[in-house]
């Protein structure tokens, strides 16, 4: 299919060889297809190594393509190793739109920019300007690194080593990007210090707006043809822009959303409102900076910004020492939760009142009155009584903190209206988009009836590259020893596989256990989730390529290991939402109203979904050759297994252990 070509004009923003990439132009580029680039014999089968040519990878490109010619959405579900990254960049790339690419990670946008764009300009020849842009938390806030280091007293001697480290930095960076300070740990205590958030940010009042690495981010976004960013920011945008607060991204002619099954979440997070005890400390902290600067004479506001902050503290501590996730009515119901919550709106009022008396002393405590207004109407709309039509509210701690939240019902009317608002092309696109054969339960979740919905299988052998095991005899997984009987029968299958397996768990607790148990039992290198961050666990094992890495969700997903250092995955039971998340639980309620069955109409689709994620961590290459192992007995003895078993890839089928050792060998 013929697409637009945009003229020429600039070079890539943030590729090293820009300068030297050559040029689209006349006819060449007016008659340019998708098979010229993607096809058997097209340009990047020429120039770029390791390409291979894929049917399903063209087509999915032409529909891509098709989309932005007409205007109109399309739902793509590409299967493992479509290649559905060159599928929609390519169509991008030709196409003359202005195009926003929003994928799931921080990670994966920059493996875009970084690699597959700079990869696939450099082989086309293309004129295109691509920039990255991630959300605020992810820059260096110059202004407020200058308040940190106003009084040094105040920091521990690490917090202190990592500021110092920080403004060194500072005079070097070009893209103030925190993803370079890589000696920072990322729970480290001092990020709040050194990057900005929307309740913090003085805009054009700040004193370092010339030097803000955010705004040259956002101008470079404005300025390009295709900006990658991620969905946490695509839904900062959409509120924003909702609240009629102005924009973070630039308007775009179309819009890709990779990883798209991941977006309904956090569309439903970002629609809602969330107050949190730390946002609470923040403000007292940034007031009494404020303060020290532009009016230090005050009598009386230090002690206001000391009671905020004691309150907050008492807040948390209210809630008790576990760490949950709770509904509203065990905040009402909770010895000395509603008491703390009214401590905090009285001592949010008093300072509210301070900082009004002394409004006009400087634009960094004009600031501080605006963050505080807010956060006292959003409290105060908190504490109301919630309405079971319009929104959920609920509660999660953590170890320092607690987020009060206040989540929509339902976001598929509020997700169509932001569509509605940004005319385009709409692409989402993910290896598991559908349930079987069917897109409905993901339409329902972003309404989206009306998009065109087709569906590319992997070009894999999966019948001759992978067998999935279901095996006889576990008991049920609510049995007190059924984690224990998970790894009596994976210890064999480990041996047999010489390690390289991941072992996925949809619990914390079973994942505790089987590492305990393991332990004693295997001789491989064992890796266990919270050991070490996520990325040093992957990179060590693939390092000893005999591994057995244990996970929990995180680990479902968005984790690609090629070659011999996995060749097994176990999954210990069906990926079933908690049924206490009281998120959960009130969409459920509100399907049960509706004279709907919330198991068949959003459980069992939504955990096939997840499954198939895990699935798809087994074979990642043509080369790739292992084991699928599904513990589970629910799959084969209860009538919605049918469901999970129509959502798997097409892997030879097995109940028999004989036949699985006898792969490995």
Not at 16 to 25: D, E, L, S
Request: aromatic content about 8%; overall charge negative.
């Amino acid at each position: 299919m013929p697409v637009r070509v945009r003229g020429t004009h600039g070079c890539a923003v943030g590729t090293p060889a820009a300068g030297a990439v050559g040029r689209v132009t006349g006819d060449a580029a007016e008659s340019m297809e998708i098979a010229d680039v993607l096809g058997r014999d097209g340009l990047l089968a020429r120039t770029v190594d390791g390409f291979a040519f894929r049917t399903q990878q063209v087509e999915m490109a032409e529909a891509v393509a098709a989309a932005f010619d007409q205007g109109t959405n399309l739902l793509a579900e590409a299967g493992t190793g479509t290649g559905k990254t060159y599928a929609y960049l390519v169509p991008a790339l030709l196409s003359g739109l202005k195009t926003v690419i929003s994928t799931g990670t921080r990670n994966l946008q920059d493996q875009l920019f970084q690699r597959d764009l700079p990869r696939l300009r450099e082989a086309m020849a293309s004129p295109v300007l691509i920039a990255l842009l991630k959300g605020r938390a992810n820059y260096l806030c110059v202004h407020r690194m200058e308040n940190a280091l106003l009084d040094v007293r105040g920091h521990t001697p690490e917090r202190l080593r990592w500021l110092l480290a920080a403004r060194d930095w500072a005079g070097q960076t070009r893209s103030g990007d925190i993803n370079e300070l890589a000696d920072i740990p990322e729970d480290a205590s001092i990020w709040p210090l050194l990057t900005s958030t929307t309740d913090n940010c003085l805009g054009q009042d700040c004193p370092a707006w010339s030097k803000c690495h955010l705004v040259e981010a956002r101008r470079r976004a404005q300025e390009a043809d295709v900006v990658v960013v991620n969905h946490h920011l695509l839904c900062a945008d959409f509120a924003l822009r909702g609240d009629g607060f102005g924009e973070l991204l630039p308007s775009a002619d179309a819009y890709v959303i990779d990883e798209a099954h991941q977006l309904p979440e956090v569309a439903s997070n970002f629609f809602g409102t969330t107050v949190s005890s730390r946002q609470l400390l923040e403000l007292g902290r940034d007031t009494q900076v404020e303060y020290l600067r532009e009016a230090g004479d005050v009598i009386g506001l230090t002690e206001r910004t000391d009671a905020l902050a004691k309150a907050a503290r008492d807040l948390r501590l209210s809630f008790g020492q576990a760490l949950r996730r709770g509904a509203w009515r065990e905040v009402e119901q909770s010895a000395g939760v509603p008491e703390a919550l009214a401590e905090c709106r009285d001592r949010l009022r008093e300072l509210h009142a301070a900082l009004g008396e002394i409004e006009g002393r400087g634009k960094g405590l004009d600031a501080c009155l605006a963050r505080c207004d807010v956060l006292q109407r959003q409290l105060d709309a908190l504490v109301e009584p919630p309405s079971e039509d319009e929104d959920i509210r609920w509660f999660e701690t953590y170890a320092q903190s607690v987020r009060l939240n206040s989540t929509p019902l339902d976001i598929a009317d509020v997700f169509r209206q932001h569509m509605q608002r940004h005319p385009a092309a709409w692409v989402f696109t993910s290896a598991t988009l559908a349930v079987g054969d069917s897109f409905t339960h993901f339409q329902q979740q972003l309404g989206l009836d009306d998009a065109e919905t087709r569906i590319w299988g992997s070009p894999f052998d999966y019948p001759q590259q992978a067998l999935w095991y279901v095996p006889h005899g576990l008991p049920q997984p609510n049995d007190a020893g059924y984690t224990d009987a998970v790894v009596d029968l994976c210890v064999p299958i480990i041996e047999a596989s010489h390690g390289r397996a991941f072992l996925l768990f949809t619990s914390h607790r079973a994942l505790r256990r089987a590492a305990e148990l393991l332990d004693e039992r295997v001789t491989f290198p064992l890796l266990v989730q919270g050991s070490a961050p996520k990325a040093e666990l992957l990179e060590r094992f693939v390092e000893h390529g005999d591994a057995v890495l244990l996970g929990t969700s995180s680990f479902w997903e968005g984790v690609d290991v090629r070659g011999d250092a996995l060749s097994l995955v176990v999954i210990d039971k069906l990926p079933f939402a908690s049924p206490g998340d009281p998120v959960l639980q009130a969409r459920l309620d509100a399907i049960r109203r509706s004279g709907g069955n919330p198991f068949m109409a959003f459980q069992v689709p939504q955990a096939a979904i997840a499954l198939k994620q895990g699935a798809g961590r087994l074979i990642r290459d043509v080369r790739d050759r292992g084991v699928l192992v599904t513990c589970d007995p629910r799959m084969l003895k209860k009538g919605y297994g049918q469901v999970f078993l129509d959502a798997m890839p097409a892997f030879a089928r097995t109940r028999e252990l004989e036949r699985v050792l006898a792969f490995f060998d």
